[in-house]
């Protein structure tokens, strides 16, 4: 059969969307951020055990006082692993995901049924929207919306919409027929028919939907981290990307504690609101179930108990306001202007990143960092959502990102170089030298090279070049992954001494760590060698003259980087400003001969 080009009219019609309705988008993506900043605002102005007692308030209003005691155990255990900001980021996007899935889903349900082709329109569009896998939403939402929240929060809302629409749909279809009838037979309207019986008889059955939008909401927010929302979800990738299992548990443990806590509150609300649910719970308070930790207080008691707390908390000054300024000084030159840095999880990456990182923050600027898969960061880049990063191999490894968008960046120099891409195994692997010799040893490495992210333009050279030039392609398969997760295999397979082929880079503080043997390439597959240039969004130069400057201007030798990514490496995951502040501590007088202020400013540039 001719194949059929599904993906081109796909491609078409989405720049066609992007060039004739971004204004459209734009408006939707300034609703959305305007909703997630306030909410956000809301929830982490006051201080982390406040929020957590009100919130343990609610919860013991709603489920007892043993809900309350675990709601505020929970909450206090995310604050104690210093991930509050990041949980409440996470709770903002869920909450404006799910008002707006519900103010789309609920009307629908309800259209679809009382309408028998409304329902079989709708309801292919929704097998397709649950069906679909998750991370294809990311792919629109990214060029409609741009990196960030709003792309997040589109794609979490379109992938929960499903059970909104089904759950209204079935509730009210579920009504008892008679209840429909007699109600209209008194001469009830058809509007009041839905709002008076339909509607309250079909509650429990559209909050079951309610918290199914919630919790696929909630298991959403780990993949548009993939794009910038941050929260969990972006820990939990940092976690990936850094194979850091300690800090994936910690924030998938919070993302399950807010899982479990929205779970239990929603289910008891729609309780509270149901007729069905209020003559339940009169049956039990009739029935004289006085056990202590079943107690619920009455709405009164429970809005003067946070009153109280907040008062509390008032007066013990843990609202968080500070009372102290800055001192300007000769070195703030960016009175706190925001920076948005982006990088891939690779070694000179985090580790160039961290060290911009630190020295901007000392020069006076706010500097966010974000880990990014390569496609995601040349785009947010590209639509001026990253303001600059720092690990970007060209001419070769990166050619097909620069490519796509180099129009739409500047280049501001290579601070680094030649680079070189290489196989390699370890040294006592000792009859494979070359890359010829790969296809002598298929069945010793079960024809496997153990690579990196499958978004890396190295990876793209060796399957669709090197392999091919060498007559290895029916004999290797590449195994996708991450850069920590080729690391960890080396490090299990050299231990053992077991033979392994690994993607590897130069410099790399690997060679340092093991006795390693780079493949030799006879016939040049890989190419020259790059360089590590800094790329910034198109006019961030000229909106930042001296960080421009300094960024045209750096440099580092071999010894300098991989002395920081050694240095990097020992302090540990998490502690990467840390260790770049120990390493300037130790090579003092970098800072100003990076980024010169005043008269060394003007010596430098002179």
């Not at 911009?356 to 006076?364: F, P, S, T, V």
Request: cysteine-free.
């Amino acid at each position: 059969m001719p194949r059929l080009h599904l993906g081109d009219w796909v491609d078409s019609g989405v720049d066609w969307l992007v060039n004739h309705l971004s204004w459209l988008f734009d408006a939707v993506k300034a609703v959305v951020e305007g909703m997630y900043n306030g909410i956000n605002d809301v929830l982490t102005a006051p201080e982390p055990l406040l929020l957590a007692g009100i919130l343990a308030v609610l919860a013991w209003w709603l489920r007892g006082l043993l809900g309350g005691v675990l709601a505020f155990a929970g909450f206090a255990l995310i604050d104690s692993l210093d991930l509050w900001d990041r949980a409440m980021s996470t709770l903002s996007l869920v909450i404006v995901a799910t008002v707006i899935a519900l103010v789309i889903s609920v009307p629908l349900g309800i259209w679809a049924a009382r309408s028998k082709t409304v329902s079989a329109v709708v309801r292919p569009v929704l097998d397709l929207l649950q069906t679909m896998p998750s991370m294809v939403l990311l792919i629109p939402a990214i060029l409609f919306f741009g990196m960030g929240v709003p792309a997040g929060v589109i794609a979490t809302l379109i992938f929960a919409l499903a059970p909104g629409v089904r759950m209204t749909e079935l509730g009210i279809r579920q009504v008892d027929a008679e209840l429909v009838e007699a109600a209209e037979a008194f001469g009830t309207t058809p509007r009041d028919t839905l709002l008076r019986v339909q509607l309250p008889l079909a509650l429990p059955t559209i909050m079951a939907g309610v918290n199914q939008v919630i919790m696929l909401g909630l298991s959403m927010v780990v993949i548009a981290g993939m794009v910038g929302t941050g929260g969990l979800g972006g820990a939990v990738n940092e976690a990936i990307g850094q194979l850091d299992i300690g800090l994936g548990f910690e924030a998938g443990l919070g993302i399950v504690v807010l899982a479990i806590y929205l779970d239990r509150i929603t289910g008891a609300l729609g309780e509270q609101i149901s007729p069905l649910g209020r003559r339940a719970a009169a049956r039990a308070r009739a029935a004289g179930d006085r056990r202590a930790w079943n107690h619920r207080p009455r709405p009164a008691v429970a809005v003067v108990g946070a009153v109280v707390l907040a008062l509390v908390a008032g007066g013990m000054g843990v609202f968080g306001t500070s009372t102290g300024t800055a001192e300007a000084s000769a070195t703030d030159v960016g009175k706190g202007k925001e920076i948005k840095l982006g990088y891939i999880p690779w070694d000179e990456g985090i580790a160039s990143t961290y060290l911009w990182k630190e020295i901007l923050e000392q020069r006076g600027f706010d500097v966010t960092t974000t880990q990014y898969a390569a496609g995601p960061l040349y785009t947010g880049l590209a639509t001026g959502q990253i303001d600059f990063q720092t690990d970007s191999w060209l001419p070769t490894t990166h050619a097909e990102y620069w490519k796509k968008y180099g129009k739409q960046l500047d280049d501001l120099g290579s601070w680094y170089g030649p680079t070189s891409l290489e196989l390699t195994v370890p040294s006592y692997m000792k009859d494979v030298n070359s890359l010829e010799d790969l296809k002598n040893h298929a069945s010793d490495l079960d024809g496997k090279i153990v690579g990196i992210e499958p978004s890396a333009g190295m990876m793209g050279l060796l399957k669709d070049k090197v392999l091919k030039e060498y007559g290895l392609e029916n004999s290797y398969d590449v195994v996708d992954g991450s850069t920590p997760a080729m690391l960890a295999e080396l490090k299990r397979a050299y231990a053992k001494k077991q033979p392994i082929v690994v993607t590897l880079w130069s410099p790399h503080w690997a060679y340092s760590e093991y006795d390693l043997k780079k493949l030799k390439d006879p016939k040049g597959a890989w190419g020259k060698g790059d360089g590590v240039h800094t790329l910034a969004r198109k006019g961030f130069a000229e909106d930042n003259p001296e960080v421009g400057e300094w960024l045209r201007n750096f440099s580092m030798t071999e010894a300098q980087l991989t002395g920081l990514e050694a240095q990097i490496q020992k302090s540990g995951k998490g502690k990467e400003q840390d260790a770049v502040r120990t390493w300037l501590k130790q090579n003092p007088g970098l800072v100003d001969e990076w980024a010169p202020v005043g008269e060394g400013q003007s010596q430098a540039a002179g």
